[in-house]
């Protein structure tokens, strides 16, 4: 009697114990709230894979001609569009003669390989404002980039204030955060604006502390329609050369990488550290900018895969010569992405 006793005391003692698990506020909890999965394929009734479709594409174009000089005049049945080596309609056109207005980001590279140029950074940073601004109609941003990324003047077409805050730059820091720079004034600051949107970088081209790649800073910029321009003060020729500035060093990897941070986006860059051919350079960034047509297309691709497009602009009948600057390619994403 003694053993069923006891035995029927540990029988109950076992159920109880189960019986407060499972009514215990934590897997009640656990319950209600299942661990999160991956959001599954849309699918419709009959098991088809439901395809997301992408928005429109809208391209700055800018047209040189054999003296690279911008070509003015143009219209929509001067131009064709491809996607994927597909051809594309095109549903929107804005010609130069609007003159949308243009938000730039002017990016100052203060990281310590930049100590002997600062002063020219800073003159190079105010020359290419002063020459590109439109007062009252374009806003420029001013920030620098060595171990951070720092915005000194928003957006303002006040020249006072951005010549105050390139100014105020005195001392470099120790390394550069190029590609950082690119992505956090894209993300931050031009998603949201109604125009056109520029960068020009004024750097020695070499990024070296960056958790951005370079390939993350050519998908934001194109994400954003961003073109990007780029002045190298590594290179530089005798005469009026740049201290600190060595002559002939131009196209090694970093000038290259560079130049293809441009090219992707529908810009260039320029290797120079002779005062005169800046300005000469700037000018020319003024005229292409004025000069612009903007095109739109919607894809005849409508699956949304997140894989990257080729994209090719030509002129319907093509002059000898003739160049054309635009983004290259582009991915293709979900809606509010």
């Known amino acids: 009697m003694k053993r069923i006793t006891t035995y029927t005391l540990l029988l109950m003692l076992a159920l109880a114990l189960m019986a407060w698990t499972f009514n215990s506020p934590a897997s009640a909890q656990s319950s209600q709230q299942p661990a999160p999965r991956p959001t599954p394929t849309p699918v419709d009734d009959d098991g088809n894979v439901i395809e997301v479709t992408t928005r429109e594409v809208r391209l700055p174009v800018t047209v040189l001609d054999k003296k690279e000089q911008p070509v003015s005049g143009l219209n929509i049945g001067d131009f064709q569009v491809f996607e994927d080596k597909q051809p594309q309609r095109i549903e929107g056109f804005i010609d130069e003669r609007e003159a949308l207005p243009i938000y730039i980001g002017v990016l100052m590279d203060t990281s310590s390989s930049t100590a002997g140029k600062l002063q020219f950074e800073k003159q190079a940073a105010k020359d290419f404002i002063y020459t590109v601004m439109r007062r009252r109609k374009d806003k ?139 300005e000469r350079s700037f000018t020319k960034v003024a005229r292409e900018l004025r000069s612009q047509y903007i095109l739109t297309y919607k894809p005849t691709n409508e699956i949304y895969d997140g894989r990257e497009r080729k994209i090719e602009v030509r002129l319907a009948n093509k002059l000898d010569g003739t160049k054309i600057l635009t983004r290259r390619s582009y991915k293709p994403r979900k809606e509010g992405q």
């Open 140 to 278: 420029v941003a001013f920030v620098t980039f060595d171990n951070e990324v720092r915005l000194h003047q928003d957006f303002t077409d006040k020249q006072d204030l951005l010549d105050k805050a390139i100014d105020n730059i005195k001392k470099p820091g120790a390394q550069t955060s190029l590609y950082d720079a690119v992505w956090e004034f894209c993300d931050q600051k031009l998603r949201g604006v109604v125009g056109r949107r520029v960068i020009v970088v004024i750097t020695d081209g070499d990024d070296t502390y960056s958790r951005a790649r370079l390939s993350d800073a050519i998908d934001i910029a194109q994400q954003t329609e961003t073109i990007i321009y780029g002045i190298s003060t590594k290179g530089g020729f005798a005469g009026s050369a740049v201290p600190g500035v060595l002559a002939g060093t131009v196209k090694d990897s970093e000038d290259r990488e560079l130049a293809r941070l441009c090219e992707q986006t529908g810009g260039r860059a320029f290797f120079t550290g002779d005062v005169l051919a800046l």
